[in-house]
């Protein structure tokens, strides 16, 4: 069972900033769902409800989405469902049910650097960028490199633009933890692939992402989906094999690319 | 912690532990529609409405629940009773067990979509698990509820 000493719900960013480097066992919960499966010992539990970071807006080309904001939000945003071919929408839809969605954040998923975060993978698709409260503004990319670090997660600016994108998953069911994600996207003629529940958190496949933007023929898709899934590495955990998650993701990748080229 | 919350239409006053959860505190307080099933929150048998929209109140930290309004099966008495007796009439009540927190999200779905088409009832329904497994029934009532084909 877990435990928290102390809730606050702090009236600024700047506050829960403070409490939360405060002590070492201080913690920002997020939407929560995950504490009842842990026994995390919480001095001070920081909730960051009363602070207006729910919402999702199209502003100043760029979509901007706030920290608070629940993944059922992001699933049935008519921003998102209408951007970037719905990838960040489609991303989100399979993880457990409504009543989950309903709960759970999108900076909690996100800071958190969850291995198996659809989302993740899909934001690392496009042009991302997130903005922590010490930290500054970052590349998602950068941001998913660097060790971990006391912050909070204020919002994420996705750029605005004509990207294409499609997501891919495998999963012994729906509403199951995914065992392999994928994320395509192409703006023109410049291509990104990311992969994601490798069980590690999501990775772009740099080699494949520019063989493709360098040369792109339809009937060499499984060539550069191969590349992907030859640079990238692959773990084994209770959900399947290494080999089992490289080989599909040949697969997953080559799907991706094929919905993305029929993307009008 | 002190948390005050509108309970199916009336103002309660709760005393919470920090780390207590709302599918307990309500459990306490009397609230027996609600039921545990899964401790790994994904069986949906603990949906609640919060501020109108399904949660799953096993993963709720019921601090967060001060000024909410919650409403439960308790609450919606008339509407529940209408759909159980075409669940009833399709033969797919089974054992009961689930059935609070599947009515609350069929309910949740009837307010939210419109003559829905049965790939988004099931997407919609995703999270309710029926260890009886008798979702075609429950797919047949809901149909005919919503008056969809």
């Known amino acids: 069972m877990f435990i928290i000493n102390e809730f606050i719900q702090p009236q600024t960013i700047e506050e829960a900033y403070n409490i939360l480097v405060s002590r070492r066992n201080n913690a920002v919960i997020g939407g929560s769902a995950f504490l009842r499966m842990g026994s995390k010992k919480i001095n001070t539990a920081v909730d960051l409800s009363k602070l207006g970071l729910d919402y999702i807006k199209d502003e100043d080309g760029y979509i901007e989405i706030g920290a608070y904001t629940t993944l059922r939000e992001v699933e049935t945003s008519p921003i998102l469902v209408n951007s970037f071919s719905g990838v960040i929408s489609n991303s989100v839809k399979n993880i457990i049910g409504i009543q989950f969605r309903n709960i759970v954040t999108v900076g909690a998923s996100v800071f958190s650097k969850y291995g198996f975060s659809d989302l993740i993978t899909a934001l690392l698709a496009l042009d991302t960028e997130i903005e922590l409260y010490k930290a500054g503004r970052i590349p998602l990319d950068d941001f998913l490199k660097r060790p971990f670090e006391k912050d909070v997660l204020i919002r994420i600016f996705i750029k605005k633009n004509q990207r294409r994108a499609s997501f891919q998953d495998l999963r012994n069911s729906v509403s199951d933890y995914p065992i392999l994600n994928v994320a395509v996207s192409r703006l023109d003629n410049q291509w990104t692939i990311a992969v994601g529940a490798r069980p590690r958190v999501a990775a772009i496949a740099i080699k494949a992402s520019e063989a493709l933007s360098e040369h792109l023929g339809p009937e060499n898709l499984a060539y550069y989906a191969d590349i992907a899934a030859e640079e990238l590495t692959f773990g084994t955990n209770e959900r399947g094999t290494a080999e089992y998650r490289q080989a599909m993701c040949k697969v997953l990748v080559k799907r991706a690319l094929m919905e993305v080229l029929e993307c009008k | ?149």
Not at chain 2, 3 to 32: C, H, M, P, Q, W
Not at chain 2, 34 to 39: A, E, N, S
Not at chain 2, 64 to 86: C, W
């Open chain 2, 1 to 149: 912690m002190q948390i005050e919350i509108i309970l199916n239409g009336k103002k309660v006053s709760l005393d919470v532990k920090n780390n207590e959860l709302l599918a307990d505190t309500l459990r306490n307080y009397g609230v027996f529609s609600i039921r545990k099933g899964c401790d790994t929150t994904c069986c949906g048998l603990c949906t609640i409405w919060v501020e109108e929209k399904p949660v799953l109140s096993c993963a709720m930290l019921s601090v967060r629940a001060d000024g909410k309004t919650i409403t439960t099966m308790e609450g919606l008495q008339r509407e529940a009773e209408e759909f159980a007796q075409v669940l009833v009439a399709e033969g797919s009540e089974q054992c009961g067990f689930c059935s609070p927190g599947f009515i609350l999200t069929v309910l949740a779905m009837k307010r939210e979509l419109k003559n829905p088409t049965q790939e988004e009832i099931v997407h919609y329904l995703t999270g309710n698990l029926c260890r009886c497994t008798g979702y075609l029934g429950q797919l047949r009532a809901i149909k005919k509820y919503l008056g969809v084909a």
